[in-house]
């Protein structure tokens, strides 16, 4: 059993930057799927970025030219660098793994952009 670790949130000011992490436990094999998720609340979970197994990269509207999404295989972490960071982007933030039949979810970590 895999467990991700998120971390990196915090409170920003607007404009500010944040860079989240999401830790595996243990390497992740072929993962079908790589991706952040958002809940502010009162709102459903959302995809903000994603990294699909042929290497394609996605965004969310609301996200392009902000935030980017990577990976470091050696370490078996995800990150999420955010940018000009808007009042709109408090949420919990999730990291997502999807390997074969198997999804792998984080715990979260909170950002709130306030100024």
């Known amino acids: 059993q895999v467990q991700l670790v998120e971390s990196g949130g915090g409170l920003v000011q607007p404009g500010g930057s944040l860079r989240l992490s999401c830790a595996a436990s243990?390497?992740?094999?072929?993962?079908?799927?790589l991706g952040w998720y958002r809940q502010a609340p009162g709102k459903d979970r959302a995809l903000v970025a994603a990294?699909?197994?042929?290497?394609?990269?996605e965004y969310a509207d609301s996200v392009k030219g902000r935030f980017t999404i990577s990976r470091d295989n050696a370490n078996n972490t995800l990150y999420l660098q955010m940018n000009s960071l808007k009042l709109e982007d408090t949420a919990v933030y999730y990291c997502?793994?999807?390997?074969?039949?198997?999804?792998?979810w984080g715990q979260g970590t909170q950002v709130t952009v306030s100024s």
């Open positions: 990294i699909r197994s042929g290497g394609s990269i």
């Open positions: 997502r793994v999807i390997q074969s039949v198997r999804i792998y």
């Open positions: 243990a390497r992740i094999f072929s993962p079908a799927f």
